[in-house]
């Protein structure tokens, strides 16, 4: 059977993204019959014991479609009825935020 447990979750492509105090994984996984699906971690490191906490979702592609339209009518939504301002963030060599300048800001008009 371990075969087939690595082979379920076999990884085909991983994207990591940095944003502030979190990192996103998006990987996508084969599964024993070699369908594709994604999985999406958000990271984040528990200030009090430094222990990273993990919630993962799982997105299969027969849901691509609502996931999608769910998530742009969600962020239309936002953008709509409240400006949105992300920081980007410069990362130190002990992984530490650097601090951010308010020439930093971007909006998310390009979504």
Same mark, same amino acid.
């Given at each position: 059977?371990?075969?087939?447990?690595?082979?379920?979750?076999?990884? #085909?492509?991983?994207? =990591?993204?940095?944003?502030?105090k979190?990192? %996103?994984?998006?990987?996508v996984?084969?599964?024993?019959?070699?369908? @594709? @699906? #994604?999985?999406?971690?958000?990271? =984040?490191?528990?200030?009090?014991?430094? #222990?990273?906490?993990?919630? =993962? /979702?799982?997105?299969y592609? $027969?849901?691509?479609?609502?996931?999608v $339209?769910?998530l742009?009518?969600?962020?239309? %939504? /936002? =953008? $709509?009825?409240?400006?949105? #301002?992300?920081?980007r @963030? $410069?990362?130190?060599?002990?992984?530490?935020?650097?601090?951010?300048?308010?020439?930093?800001d971007?909006?998310?008009?390009?979504?």
């Open positions: 059977m371990g075969d087939f447990d690595n082979r379920e979750r076999e990884e #085909v492509f991983s994207k =990591k993204v940095r944003a502030g979190r990192t %996103y994984f998006f990987d996984k084969a599964t024993r019959s070699n369908d @594709y @699906y #994604v999985t999406i971690t958000e990271s =984040k490191k528990r200030l009090e014991d430094g #222990v990273f906490i993990k919630h =993962k /979702i799982f997105l592609k $027969e849901d691509f479609e609502k996931f $339209e769910g742009n009518g969600t962020i239309d %939504y /936002i =953008k $709509e009825n409240q400006e949105v #301002v992300e920081k @963030y $410069e990362f130190s060599e002990s992984g530490e935020p650097a601090k951010a300048t308010a020439d930093d971007f909006s998310f008009d390009n979504l």
